[in-house]
């Protein structure tokens, strides 16, 4: 586990260009993105070959702040743009950020398709249970019961557990982790930009000015702390009665395995016509 | 494939095949798409040949993301492309619009059939020539071509991925799908007589790149990610620089631009052919598969004597103004055939001086065949 300097945070921030930021007060995409820019610096990579696509929504702003290559595209749209550049660039590495809504909602169909590919780049969903860029609209993955402006009498509408999505659709590196664990998360967004193929991050995260004030959930800190005694790490789990897993939210790494990846894989198709054609 | 030889070659080709050529000869190096009728056959022959050379082919998920990919394939640096008819091109609105407000070049072909909705899928129509201007949201202007033939839908992608370069905008070619299935001769011209015109690269330090740097002609450099210029796109209203903006001069100077680079460039992209219109006092007003029966059918009037012309855009948006007023002073009637309900007609009435002016007559057909050139004949002829 690398340690940086709070220094290198301020190094990677386009700080001269783009600030005051457009985030709330206690938002947790601050803490996520510093998490990242840490795990960027903790593997000395070229920065010129890092580039940053989202899509829409409060985490989606992420990128404007940040001095790699950024794309800030279109709602629900960021892992297609990515998958132009992954597979224009194949040595370019891909981050993208998005949110709850941005990728399982209207971008559903080509987060499930990127892990199905198997395609090289690594997706950091920031998950806050709610659309906040537009004040406050439930999303697949607003939990049970939870009001939002469009459900006012309490959400019914089932959620999506997004590791289990992606698992299903093929995804090789699958982790979850918090807002509140920003060691793990770097740690977990280190080994998902190392691995070869689909990786996935799902963060949970806070909303305290939207989601934490119409749920009752208290402030920012109180919305930290629920990260932490809500949460359960996937190792400790075997060892935990029945009774201290009820309503907790498991974190950690659910898969992490070794596939043919989309861009290698088409290589080794160009090579074999080269092949072909010069016999 | 004939763009590989280095002499003409005479060949038979599909218009669809033609414009798969035309790409490869304009230096596309990425498509991405999604199989529809009636231009699947471009996905096809470039799934072929883009490996071949080292290139990339994808099949995506969906059409919205074919458009994404090619805009992020092209901030990389690919000379991009993609390939759908009505039902895509209604999906890719939104990244066409992402195109164009980023200034990202790419192309985008149209070949049009039936509408609205499914349609008829194997029938012609032209449907989009509305939407192909105005199809996405937001005011942003369109570069739009139209070939009439598979010699011309060749060159005419050349063009297309000319002008998506130096505009840096998303241009569309329009095709009939009668025309991407017929089978014509065409001469695929030697490799060096084709003229290539490829992106301005950024010649400044990194550190004084701005993406949106505009030149008198409104023309801007652009790097491609991985060159260590590290700049910001967004869809958002943008500074020169390409950070968000809500500033008003900002967000205007930006509209004022997209607009400007179409409307100060208009000589060089507006194309026509003016047909036996010297001494015509009637003129047809037509464009792709339904030009080559007004040619026929110029050809029959003027063999009994009738004084009949063609006025046809290469390129329909910008749209041909300048031409087409003259032509409104010259003749004394315009007929217009068109496959839709009369959506070149109603661009040309903006040009007419006068409300009460009957000089348009629109011939127009919705039911997915074509306008022959002894029906326009008889147009003429029940006009005057």
């Not at chain 2, 095949?17 to 596309?28: F, R, S």
């Not at chain 2, 010649?203 to 990610?225: F, G, I, R």
Request: charged share 20%.
């Amino acid at each position: 586990m690398g340690k940086v300097s709070q220094r290198v945070v301020h190094d990677f921030l386009r700080h001269d260009k783009k600030f005051p930021h457009v985030w709330c007060s206690g938002c947790s995409n601050g803490t996520i993105l510093g998490t990242i820019i840490r795990a960027i610096a903790e593997q000395n990579l070229d920065r010129n070959n890092i580039t940053m696509v989202s899509g829409i929504g409060c985490s989606s702003r992420m990128p404007v702040y940040i001095d790699l290559n950024t794309l800030h595209s279109l709602h629900g749209r960021a892992i297609a743009f990515a998958t132009g550049i992954k597979t224009f660039k194949p040595d370019m590495k891909v981050i993208v950020v998005t949110g709850d809504g941005d990728s399982t909602a209207i971008g559903g169909n080509h987060l499930i398709h990127a892990a199905r590919r198997n395609i090289d780049m690594t997706v950091i969903v920031v998950n806050n249970n709610i659309y906040g860029m537009t004040g406050g609209q439930y999303s697949p993955t607003t939990p049970d019961d939870a009001k939002a402006t469009t459900s006012p009498y309490g959400n019914f509408d089932r959620q999506f557990d997004i590791c289990d999505l992606v698992i299903g659709a093929g995804a090789t590196y699958v982790a979850r982790s918090s807002a509140f664990h920003t060691m793990e998360l770097q740690k977990m967004i280190v080994d998902a930009m190392n691995h070869k193929g689909f990786s996935i991050i799902d963060v949970i995260s806070a909303c305290p000015v939207i989601y934490g004030r119409m749920n009752k959930k208290g402030g920012p800190p109180e919305m930290m702390q629920a990260m932490r005694d809500n949460t359960v790490l996937n190792t400790a789990t075997a060892k935990l009665p029945p009774e201290k897993l009820e309503g907790k939210t498991i974190r950690g790494v659910f898969k992490n395995v070794q596939c043919p990846e989309y861009c290698e894989q088409y290589a080794k198709v160009v090579e074999k016509i080269k092949e072909t054609s010069d016999e | 494939m004939a763009q590989n030889s280095q002499k003409p070659v005479l060949t038979l080709m599909q218009g669809n095949e033609a414009v798969a050529a035309g790409a490869l000869a304009a230096g596309c190096n990425y498509f991405a798409g999604y199989p529809i009728t009636p231009s699947t056959e471009v996905a096809e022959i470039l799934a072929n040949e883009l490996p071949k050379r080292g290139h990339t082919f994808i099949q995506m998920e969906d059409e919205i993301a074919s458009i994404a990919a090619i805009i992020g394939a092209s901030l990389a640096g690919a000379k991009s492309f993609t390939a759908t008819s009505g039902p895509g091109f209604s999906l890719m609105q939104e990244g066409i619009g992402f195109a164009k407000i980023t200034e990202t070049p790419c192309v985008v072909v149209n070949v049009q059939r039936g509408g609205p909705s499914t349609g008829l899928p194997t029938s012609p129509a032209q449907g989009e020539i509305m939407q192909s201007r105005w199809g996405s949201h937001g005011d942003a202007p369109a570069i739009v071509l139209y070939p009439d033939s598979v010699k011309e839908s060749y060159a005419l992608t050349i063009r297309a991925f000319n002008l998506a370069e130096k505009y840096r905008t998303c241009v569309v070619l329009l095709l009939d799908e009668v025309l991407g299935h017929m089978r014509e001769a065409i001469t695929i011209p030697d490799a060096s007589e084709i003229q290539i015109i490829n992106r301005i690269k950024p010649t400044v330090p990194a550190n004084w790149y701005k993406h949106y740097d505009e030149n008198q002609k409104y023309l801007s450099p652009l790097a491609s990610y991985g060159e260590g210029y590290r700049f910001h796109v967004t869809g958002l209203a943008h500074d020169a620089q390409g950070f968000p903006t809500n500033k008003p001069q900002e967000a205007g100077a930006m509209m004022e631009r997209l607009q400007k680079k179409i409307v100060h460039n208009i000589r060089d992209l507006v194309q026509i052919e003016s047909y036996k219109m010297e001494d015509a006092n009637i003129a047809i007003f037509a464009a792709g598969i339904m030009a080559r029966s007004a040619k026929a059918a110029v050809k029959m009037a003027r063999a009994e004597g009738l004084k009949v012309g063609l006025l046809r855009p290469l390129t329909i948006w910008p749209f041909p103004d300048d031409a087409v007023r003259k032509m409104l002073k010259n003749v004394d009637y315009v007929v217009v055939p068109e496959l839709n309900q009369g959506q070149f007609l109603h661009e040309l009435r903006r040009l007419v001086k006068s409300t009460t002016d009957s000089k348009l007559i629109g011939l127009q057909r919705v039911n997915g065949t074509l306008i022959t050139p002894t029906e326009i004949l008889q147009k003429i002829k029940d006009v005057l």
